[in-house]
């Protein structure tokens, strides 16, 4: 993961962006996969 300075209103770098998105996607799919199956990601 790549550091983050709490700026979060500001925009940062696009590829910050990008990993934000993909982090919200990846918990949503974690979600629904939880839902799904209850058989991948037990932490």
Known sequence: MQ???GDRGAP???Q???N???EKALRSLK???RFE???TGKE
Request: net charge negative; proline share 6%.
């Open 3 to 5: 550091s983050c300075r």
């Open 12 to 14: 940062a770098d696009p």
């Open 16 to 18: 910050s962006v990008e």
């Open 20 to 22: 934000v998105s993909q």
């Open 31 to 33: 979600i629904v996969l």
């Open 37 to 39: 199956g209850m058989d």
